[in-house]
């Protein structure tokens, strides 16, 4: 089994910059792949962005390329996501997700674990 726990989330002015944590603990050496998912109230969940633990290959949904960055620490069993130059729209629950496979995908179906969700508010 593994556990995710994020944090970092809060509110920001638009324009700012956030810092999310995901640390991962337990079985950890199942995870090959873990993204960040947002989901506004009364929307889908979307998938954000996606690193693989060990090549280290990302992926963006278009709306956060250029703002967004995902990076792992591999020792710290940690994924961080920072958010610069953020925007109203970007206010959501954002939840971190681990996968048993080195592929990067975007469907919340394909991952294994989850996190209890962190609120990442972006007042205009």
């Known amino acids: 089994q593994v556990t995710l726990v994020e944090s970092g989330g809060g509110l920001v002015q638009a324009g700012g910059s956030l810092r999310l944590s995901c640390a991962a603990s337990g079985r950890t050496a199942n995870i090959y792949t873990v993204a960040w998912f947002r989901q506004a109230p009364g929307k889908e969940r979307e998938s954000v962005a996606a690193i693989n633990w060990g090549a280290g290959r990302t992926l963006y949904v278009d709306s956060v390329k250029g703002r967004f960055t995902i990076s792992r620490d591999n020792a710290k069993n940690t994924v961080s996501l920072q958010m610069n130059s953020l925007k109203p729209e970007d206010t959501a629950v954002y939840y971190c997700?681990?996968?048993?496979?080195?592929?990067?995908?975007?469907?919340?179906?394909?991952?294994?674990?989850w996190g209890q969700g962190t609120q990442v508010t972006v007042s205009s």
């Open positions: 997700a681990a996968r048993e496979s080195v592929l990067l995908v975007r469907l919340d179906g394909e991952y294994n674990y």
